[in-house]
């Protein structure tokens, strides 16, 4: 029987869904971060619970020819960051065949996959980055990203996936709160006046939005911070003061201050413009939302006489973008700001076949159905992936095409073993969003059967 502290020497086998390097000992899972498959080590069992365990490498008996120098070291102990030590390729072979698996196993669907869009640069690609503050003794202020199943930050000057113009000002953020004796956030005790910094940059346009993430909303000389960091960093075009006085891992709280410019910033994609506020989804790749989304409307072969359907539609990207090939665009939105978000990228845009509902996507396919004669609908919903009322009314909707844009390859199975009742698997490719991580990102196209 598996005890903690107990020492094995184990051989990688596979990994998990989120890309942990999975052993057995005696046929039970054992989790092990930074294990490649084909490596040996001897571990030490850190936990052990019903169904798996987690263990910690000692040493390594034989190291994998896939296994890389990672471009920032320290990455490997990081949550988020299963793959910055394996060789791109084969994290790229890893990923087609975590999908295929997932449809076979779960959805029952043995297809082969025909494509995956790799990223030229899998390195510095995230327009989105959040940090936490620590601070040491000597009043040093440090940022980074938490150790792998700990609230431990591991500081870093910089990660080896942000955009590293947000990594710059997020520099002189650090330098400026320790100028002016700002205390940083501590878990534990719940104390301290700045808890995270968010950073988003525009891709194209390099216009940078800085939310200050602070416990309580009366920060002194916050105007004199904000002066400094815009002379010292003239790409910042807002700085917003976002308050959480929350004891929760919640990042970003309801309260919202614009302490300099517009409180939003703005993108490019595909030739339109994106407004972007501090809650605002947008793919944090942009350049690989660009091949996602342009893979996606091609293979909706979407023409002048359809009546589109974007369900889950975020902040309107799809939507717009399907609008200039259709006749009319219905979004829906859950999420209230992102909806207004939407309107107003429309509106900037002078596109004018689009109109945008703030409603449950099932609720709204249930109530709509009649009143609109949909002949294709996207889908890009998030993790847990479709409702089943949202399922069963498309199934007795039929409309001739469904496109499903997919985060989570295990829901876009289960999902899919429903609608191939009445809808036949058309085409399949995935595309790499997120390097250097487990996510896989899958386009399919669903045919209506005759």
Partial sequence: MIKENDIYVVTGADYTSEGI?????????????????GEEAEIKITKVMRNFATGKIIRFT??????????????????????????????????????????RVIGGIDFKIEKIHTAKNPYFYRNKTVL????????????GLFRHNTHEIIAMEKTHLDDELASTVIAEIRKLIEKYNYEVYDEKSHTGQVRKVMVRVSHYLREVMVV????????????????????????????????????TNVILGKKEKVLYGPGFINEELHG?????????????????????????????GITKNDVVLDAYSGTGTIAILAAKKAKQVIGVEIVKDAVKDAEVNAKQNNITNVKFFKDDAGAFLTREIKNYNFSVVIVDPPRKGLSDEFVNTLLRALPPKIMYVSCDPATLARDLKKLTKKYNVEHIECVDMFPRTAHAETIVSLILRK
């Fill in 132 to 143: 936490p503050f620590g601070k040491r003794k000597s009043g040093k202020v440090y940022t």
């Fill in 272 to 300: 339109l413009k994106f407004t972007l506020s501090s809650k605002s989804f947008f793919q944090v790749n942009t350049l690989q939302a660009e091949v996602l989304y342009e893979r996606a409307l091609t293979l909706a």
């Fill in 212 to 247: 200050l993430i602070t416990k309580d909303e009366q920060i002194p000389n916050l105007d004199a911070f904000c002066r400094d960091l815009v002379a010292i960093c003239p790409n910042i075009t807002t700085i917003i003061q976002n308050i959480n006085s929350e004891d």
């Fill in 62 to 103: 034989k190291m994998s020819s896939d296994r890389i120098t990672p471009v920032v070291p320290e990455t490997i102990h990081l949550a988020g960051c299963q793959f910055t030590q394996l060789d791109y390729a084969k994290e790229v072979e890893y990923k087609l065949s975590k999908v295929e698996r997932a449809l």
């Fill in 21 to 37: 390097g999975l052993a057995k000992v005696d046929n039970f899972p054992i989790f092990i971060n930074n294990l490649i498959i």
